[in-house]
């Protein structure tokens, strides 16, 4: 039998040591999975509307985790990602309130909308100090 | 017999489709990449591709967290633009070429890759956006499209050297179906971008020129470089150029470099696009 090229264990653990992000592993998919399912039911038109009318109804028929529901009501993005969340399903939520996806990134480096449109103008976010935790780079 | 002629990469980001649709490309944000798309919008009416194998990825819009394919190809009659929360871009259906398709997807299972077939599924911005870019604004796309989606949303995603050899794969695959067609492949995603968490907002245009340039002189160090690289040095969603080795793959050894557009920012992202020729 051969041995894989790449060691999973490594490979996952490797991940943790990027600052502040949270890569979409398995793990948080699994976390995830009826948040996100949850926002892709915003993909229709008729869900929009009685999400909009009763967030909190609406909510309460998923079965979804109450951390998981106050992030999506509270629209910390930062916390429906620690919840699980994928930023491409939370992409649902932003949309159905009329924002961008420039907006919602923004939210979640505490800059204000202007600040953060201001660095992408100037270049966006160097990579230096943002590489790994644990090498200080 | 069929041919893939040339290569394209582009960004597919939601944005760039917004400013079309809403009429806003002459605006002093979106200008400059307008402006520079003019080129491939004239090169490509002279090519006159009958076919664009388009190398994407759906953005939880026709896979939500249900299936998620590693590799799929759609080879349905048409594609239909998908809602994603502020009803479907007023884009043309995509037409596909489900016996170019369908050709495709036999000839890689046999070549070893498993490809998942579609026969039904909604294209979000990751496909029509660089359709728009390439073709402007038309009643009906003057193109068929052979949808292949990737998945770059869920860890792992494939490797490079897997995407590169995909691509190898669809080469081969194309060359050995019996009608005359000029073929294009498009990789698209990118380039150094961070759409969440406090790190938001990462470019690395170090990293993005010298992926350009081994794209199409140095690609075998492309091919070799482990998912956590993309992750520290072009963001989370970074990770997209995976996909741009998948072109680079169907293109064979010769390639030719014919433009080259570089701009920061596009909304969240670092945009790249290269136009680039297979050489027999």
């Given amino acids: 039998m051969t041995t894989p090229r790449i060691d999973i264990h490594e490979y996952l653990a490797a991940f943790e040591d990027i600052p502040g992000t949270r890569v979409f592993t398995a793990q948080r998919a699994r976390k995830g999975y009826w948040l996100n399912q949850f926002c892709m039911s915003l993909m229709k038109h008729e869900n929009r509307e009685r999400f909009k009318k009763d967030e909190r109804a609406y909510l309460d028929e998923w079965p979804m985790t109450e951390a998981q529901k106050q992030a999506v009501l509270n629209r910390d993005y930062n916390a429906a990602i620690d919840e699980g969340g994928n930023i491409y399903f939370l992409a649902k939520l932003f949309s159905t309130d009329g924002k961008s996806f420039q907006y919602a990134a923004g939210t979640m480096t505490g800059m204000t909308q202007e600040e953060y449109a201001q660095m992408m103008l100037q270049g966006g976010r160097s990579p230096e100090g943002w590489r790994s935790i644990k090498e200080g780079r | ?192 971008h961070q759409l969440q968490g406090p790190r938001a907002g990462l470019v690395n245009k170090e990293f993005d020129l010298a992926f350009m340039n081994d794209l199409v002189t140095n690609p075998e160090r492309l091919r070799r ?34 433009h080259r557009f570089y701009h920061i920012p596009a909304s969240n992202t670092a945009l790249g696009h290269l136009v680039l020729k297979s050489n027999p």
Avoid at chain 2, 116 to 124: A, F, H, L
Avoid at chain 2, 177 to 184: C, H
């Fill in chain 2, 225 to 258: 470089m482990p998912h956590i690289e993309y992750l520290r040095e072009a963001g989370s969603e970074g990770i997209e150029l995976v996909m741009w080795l998948i072109m680079r793959g169907a293109l064979g050894d010769n390639v030719e470099e014919l």
């Fill in chain 2, 1 to 192: 017999m069929a041919r893939i002629t040339a290569g394209i990469t582009s960004s597919h980001i939601p944005a760039l489709g917004a400013a079309f649709d809403l009429g806003k490309t002459q605006d002093p944000y979106w200008k400059p990449i307008f402006d520079d798309y003019e080129w491939v919008k004239s090169w490509i009416k002279e090519e006159k591709p009958d076919a664009i194998i388009l190398v994407y990825n759906d953005h939880a819009s026709a896979f939500d967290m249900n299936i998620i394919p590693t590799f799929a190809i759609g080879c349905a009659e048409e594609f239909k633009p998908a809602d994603e929360g502020w009803g479907p871009r007023p884009v043309p259906v995509v037409k596909g070429h489900p016996d170019l398709a369908w050709h495709i997807a036999q000839s890689c299972i046999l070549d070893e890759f498993d490809m998942t077939i579609i026969n039904k599924m909604e294209v979000d911005h990751g496909l029509t956006v660089p359709l728009s870019m390439m073709f402007g604004k038309v009643d009906e796309w003057p193109v068929k499209v052979v949808p292949v989606p990737v998945n770059v949303v869920t860890y792992p995603v494939p490797s490079g050297n897997r995407c590169w050899l995909l691509g190898e794969a669809i080469r081969r695959a194309v060359e050995s179906y019996p009608e005359d067609l000029n073929v294009q492949i498009w990789g698209t995603g990118g380039m150094s």
